[in-house]
């Protein structure tokens, strides 16, 4: 990939712990792993919060980290909350979990608040050690790609859909990895056109654009969000259940509410459908967002379903459609 200074921002309270790990790290910079990937490591140690917040907040524009190593259990800081105020000051710089054992709910919530990966000391090695880095470098490299616009949508400021089938494959990856479900959404807008024919090309446009801004809003962080045709977005979501997809489900039908409610505004709706993601190998969030695609148009059905009394897009109900805007 590159033979550049690779900087790895190792923070750890463990002191023998910190330095079996720099051992690993080591072996990465020799070679032994990742195909000489790893040449020119470079890794700086700190053992409390706040020192490490302290260097991160003074970093910009001295000390660039490629990566950074967290171990959510330190002296002054204890589990999410540590990843969370790391986040906070690194927000353009990936974080892989170094945890102190392996724990199967703090790693799903971790990688849910947006960790690259979740390792645990009782089973750490050089190998997936050197996978877990090159893996969350190599993401961040498509991420700034995406903001040159290489992956991006340039009107709305999300992803493409290059950018989203390649990025949701690394939410589905991390999905089986941890054992828990991924769902994919799709959400459309309807009315641009009778917006355009009556308004001009300028404010369908800008229409689009704040719908995205809700789009933006609602979900979390670390979800991928992509524009994927004219009027249709695609989202990937690692959620606790399905009573937390209906919740942003329904946030989101609330917030358009306002978008529809100003001048202008009146022929638009949205519309949306949920496809959880098993096990199966064959099943891709790139498939998974074409069929929602080609199906969601169907407003018979939508109606149908809302008219029967059916509740929110759960796992038993992937067709069902919602429809909101000004004049409903």
């Not at 990966?117 to 893996?135: E, I, M, V, W, Y």
């Not at 992956?151 to 054992?179: I, Y």
């Not at 670390?222 to 045709?229: E, F, G, H, I, T």
Request: hydrophobic share 45%.
């Amino acid at each position: 990939m590159t033979d550049r200074l690779i900087r790895v921002l190792l923070i750890d309270g463990q002191v023998e712990d910190s330095r079996w790990v720099q051992e690993l790290l080591a072996e990465l910079e020799e070679g032994r792993f990742g195909g000489g990937w790893m040449h020119g490591l470079e890794v700086f140690h700190l053992d409390r919060l706040g020192d490490a917040l302290t260097l991160l907040e003074d970093s910009e524009g001295k000390e660039q980290f490629d990566v950074v190593l967290l171990n959510p259990t330190l002296p002054d800081s204890f589990g999410l909350n540590t990843y969370l105020r790391v986040r906070s000051r690194v927000r353009e710089t990936p974080v892989v979990i170094l945890a102190e054992q392996d724990d199967p709910d703090l790693a799903i919530s971790m990688v849910r608040a947006g960790a690259q990966d979740f390792l645990a000391k009782t089973q750490l090695d050089s190998l997936p050690l050197a996978r877990a880095l090159r893996l969350a470098v190599e993401r961040n490299r498509i991420l700034r790609d995406l903001r040159a616009l290489t992956w991006g949508d340039e009107l709305t400021g999300l992803m493409n859909r290059s950018g989203f089938e390649m990025m949701a494959e690394r939410d589905m990856a991390a999905a089986r990895r941890l054992g828990v479900e991924m769902a994919v959404a799709v959400v459309e807008l309807s009315g641009l056109e009778e917006v355009g024919f009556a308004y001009g090309k300028d404010e369908r446009e800008l229409a689009l654009i704040e719908a995205a801004d809700v789009v933006k809003s609602v979900f979390p962080r670390a979800s991928c969000m992509a524009r994927v045709s004219q009027n249709r977005f695609a989202v990937s979501l690692l959620p606790k259940d399905e009573e937390e997809v209906e919740g942003v489900m329904e946030d989101l039908r609330k917030r358009f509410q306002q978008v529809a409610r100003k001048a202008n505004r009146s022929p638009l709706r949205i519309k949306e459908r949920i496809h959880w993601l098993g096990d199966e190998a064959a099943e891709s969030p790139a498939a998974a967002v074409e069929s929602l695609c080609e199906n969601i148009g169907d407003r018979q059905r939508g109606a149908m379903a809302t008219a029967a009394g059916e509740k929110g897009p759960g796992r038993g109900n992937p067709q069902l459609v919602n429809s909101i805007g000004r004049n409903v």
